[in-house]
């Protein structure tokens, strides 16, 4: 191949063009990132960066890479890269830079322009119907760039030119006093011309075609999954950042310092975590409430698990698939979707007056139980479908009876899935509010932050059911509960506390950790399971 020459079709270097399309990517990227962190405060856009405006910096950037889009399609439209594109960029493609195009466009002409009533929605017309125009009928490498190569464009040169500056506001014009606001517009509208235009330069990328439609694919659900656990992260570092000084009020560290386990005190004094909310206390705390919400957490999953699990096996091995499994169906997933207020109002109205007619903290653990039960069956059943037929008839041929087969093949072979369902469902209850304010909480926090003792509370009678347990009759708080009276009323607040929002946030983080500790347990729980399942 000594001698080959390039062809007319390559009059550049392919490999640079991919290059500097994989620099936009990655441009976009870090937009988009730096977009979502503005919208959570994290980023100031009134601040300069190097003397320059952060507005103005984004503008420069979106121009550029704007600029750069409309470069590639250009280039492969004029074959100076080699490139595989499309007749047409694609109707979900069209319609997608269509609907951008108008709504711009529409803005423009309302907002910009000054047209009132229905005048804008010629300009928006003309807008939505040459972007139509621009991205169905020429090649994909036209269609894929120039509309949003220029939407990122206009967007930089908006910023650049001072028409949405940091002092910008937009008055909605509603009987409401409503507006939406610079810190709002300008990570917004990056945000999406980040997107757009990475898609675009991933497509370049991949040389359009059947390849470049997978990398612009690729691109667009990286991004959004990112910003999903971007979001994620940045909630709980933020809940962190706010909730560690009133974690730490009045926290020591030494010997002796701590309470006494035994005949050993602990080395480290948080008193936010090992204190009550009562009038007396040094250093109020959230003890009783973490004690309240682990216990209302593992009564409702004592109830529901094996009520669920022993369903789920019943309708999927033994029931025929017929009416009855059916009507289970449907009603498993519409009480999985009820709202949790009519489950407390079921609790309140059903259970309540059943045990003593007074608030109780088993009233709260069944109520949650009601609640987690659907997500456990509809899960353990798709579990239990997902063991492949070829292992029960392995144990069948072997003489094994139907339940020892469902106890030692389907039960282990499914117990990851099942495990994955009582973590979702966990998830949800370990946060409600609503259920225990109904049917398990007091007016006011618990006097002298006394803990509910469950264990300790069994006493054996000579009547039936010839165990009692008073602790589980009695009212009790927990963390929601705890964090929804401290922003309603204040309640459990006094002069003992470093201020009221860093209790506030202090009560909210230790909701988070609870939270993240029974995730936790779950994913080790199906770590396990899946190990053990392996290996056998």
Do not use: C
């Amino acid at each position: 191949m000594a001698g080959a020459t390039r062809t007319n079709l390559v009059k550049g270097d392919t490999s640079e063009a991919n290059a500097v399309a994989a620099v936009a990517v990655a441009v976009a990227a870090l937009l988009f990132a730096l977009s979502l962190a503005a919208l959570f405060e994290l980023v100031t856009i009134s601040d300069p960066v190097g003397g320059v405006p952060v507005v103005t910096l984004l503008g420069l950037i979106l121009a550029a890479l704007g600029g750069a889009v409309i470069t590639f399609g250009v280039g492969s439209f004029l074959s100076y890269v080699e490139t595989q594109p499309s007749p047409s960029a694609g109707l979900v493609a069209t319609t997608a830079l269509s609907g951008v195009w108008f709504t711009v466009g529409g803005l423009v002409a309302s907002q910009t322009l000054g047209l009132g009533g229905l005048t804008w929605l010629p300009v928006a017309l003309l807008a939505g119907g040459g972007a139509f125009a621009l991205t169905a009928l020429p090649r994909e490498d036209i269609g894929s760039t120039l509309p949003a190569g220029a939407l990122t464009l206009l967007t930089g040169l908006v910023f650049i030119t001072g028409t949405i500056g940091p002092a910008w506001v937009w008055e909605l014009g509603f009987q409401q006093q409503a507006s939406f606001t610079a810190e709002f517009v300008i990570p917004t509208a990056t945000l999406f011309a980040a997107l757009l235009s990475g898609w675009a330069a991933a497509k370049a990328y991949g040389g359009f075609g059947a390849r470049g439609r997978h990398m612009g694919a690729y691109v667009l659900i990286y991004l959004n999954a990112s910003s999903i656990v971007g979001v994620l992260f940045v909630l709980v570092a933020f809940t962190a950042m706010k909730g560690i000084p009133g974690l730490l009020n009045g926290a020591r560290v030494g010997l002796g310092v701590g309470p006494a386990v035994g005949p050993v005190a602990l080395p480290v004094s948080v008193p936010f975590v090992m204190n009550g909310a009562g009038l007396f206390a040094e250093v109020k705390g959230v003890l009783p409430a973490i004690v309240g919400t682990i216990w209302l957490v593992v009564g409702a999953v004592l109830f529901a698990v094996p009520l669920g699990v022993g369903a789920a096996i019943f309708l999927t091995e033994y029931a025929e698939r017929g009416r009855l499994t059916q009507v289970v169906e449907v009603a498993t997933n519409g009480l999985w979707s009820t709202p949790s207020i009519v489950f407390g109002l079921f609790g309140f109205a059903f259970l309540v007056p059943r045990f003593g007619g007074n608030k109780s903290l088993i009233s709260g653990m069944l109520t949650l139980g009601f609640m987690l039960l659907p997500l456990v069956l509809i899960t353990s059943r798709e579990a239990i479908i997902a063991v492949p037929d070829e292992y029960r008839d392995a144990s069948a041929a072997l003489g094994v009876s139907r339940w020892q087969t469902i106890r030692s093949v389907v039960i282990p072979a499914a117990l990851p899935g099942v495990v994955t369902g009582i973590i979702l469902g966990v998830g949800r209850i370990a946060g409600e509010t609503a259920p225990i304010l109904l049917t398990m909480t007091g007016g006011t926090f618990i006097s002298g932050g006394q803990t509910v003792d469950v264990i300790g509370g069994f006493r054996f009678t000579t009547s039936p059911p010839f165990v009692a347990n008073p602790e589980l009759l009695e009212a009790t708080t927990a963390l929601p509960f705890q964090l929804f009276a401290l922003i309603k009323a204040g309640v459990g607040l006094g002069d003992n506390v470093a201020s009221p929002e860093q209790f506030q946030w202090a009560t909210a983080l230790m909701l988070l950790v609870v939270v993240l500790s029974f995730y936790a347990i779950g994913i080790g729980a199906r770590y396990y399971f899946r190990r053990r399942l392996n290996h056998e």
